[in-house]
T-cell receptor, first 114, second 111 residues
Framework: DAGITQSPRYKITETGRQVTLMCHQT?????MFWYRQDLGHGLRLIYY???????DKGEVPDGYVVSRSKTENFPLTLESATRSQTSVYFC?????????????FGPGTRLTVT | QQPVQSPQAVILREGEDAVINCSSS?????VHWYRQKHGEAPVFLMI?????EQKGHEKISASFNEKKQQSSLYLTASQLSYSGTYFC????????????FGTGTQLKVEL
């Protein structure tokens, strides 16, 4: 299916475990982003990527790792999950790097760390 | 720093108008507006660029005051379907490609 997908949609994990959230887009967009959404904070940028093998930190990168070996995939890994990482995670993609193109969001992954 | 949105929440009767504001402390290049319904992903509404260019839906209007680094979203003749949380996202001049989002404005339209 065309578009941007995330998996899993729901995940419960224990403190200290490693967990990877997947993001896949079919548009061949250059830019991809990971946000977390928490009540009272809106959407905060974790990491973003301008192209395959090019990534950069956002506002709240601590505790997260990303990679982008292929244009269409942008996985987000929590190396050792903490309760403070309980959140809804949204992946997004955008065609261009400037502010002139809209961003498309995936459906989100609701992560609970116990 | 995140842009500041106001009001934080608003309740409207169907048919009423509303204005949502977004302000930043940085020199802005673009302002994006998104709407998110409960349990869903944010959906694009509009982009406003420095210099006056706009891209977006026909039924939604917005303004961008470059001098004040402010944008306003105008929702007229509101419908029940307008309910949701509205986010502004900004890119700053010389700030690269990152969209920084505000904390959102919750809008509820009632009969």
């Amino acid at each position: 299916d065309a578009g941007i997908t995330q998996s899993p949609r729901y995940k419960i994990t224990e403190t200290g475990r490693q967990v990877t959230l997947m993001c896949h887009q079919t548009w061949s967009h250059s830019y991809m982003f990971w946000y977390r959404q928490d009540l009272g904070h809106g959407l905060r940028l974790i990491y973003y990527s301008a192209a395959a093998d090019i990534t950069d930190k956002g506002e709240v990168p601590d505790g997260y790792v990303v990679s982008r070996s292929k244009t269409e995939n942008f996985p987000l890994t929590l190396e050792s999950a903490t309760r403070s990482q309980t959140s809804v995670y949204f992946c997004a993609s955008r065609e261009t790097g400037t502010g002139v193109s809209e961003q498309y969001f995936g459906p989100g992954t609701r992560l609970t760390v116990t | 720093q995140q842009p500041v949105q106001s009001p934080q929440a608003v309740i409207l009767r169907e048919g009423e108008d509303a204005v949502i504001n977004c302000s930043s402390s940085k020199a802005l290049y673009s302002v994006h507006w998104y709407r998110q319904k409960h349990g869903e992903a944010p959906v694009f509404l509009m982009i406003l660029l420095k210099g006056g260019e706009q891209k977006g839906h026909e039924k939604i209007s917005a303004s961008f005051n470059e001098k004040k680094q402010q944008s306003s979203l105008y929702l007229t003749a509101s419908q029940l379907s307008y309910s949701g949380t509205y986010f502004c996202g900004t890119t700053s001049t010389g700030g690269g490609n990152k969209l920084t989002f505000g904390t959102g404005t919750q809008l509820k339209v009632e009969l």
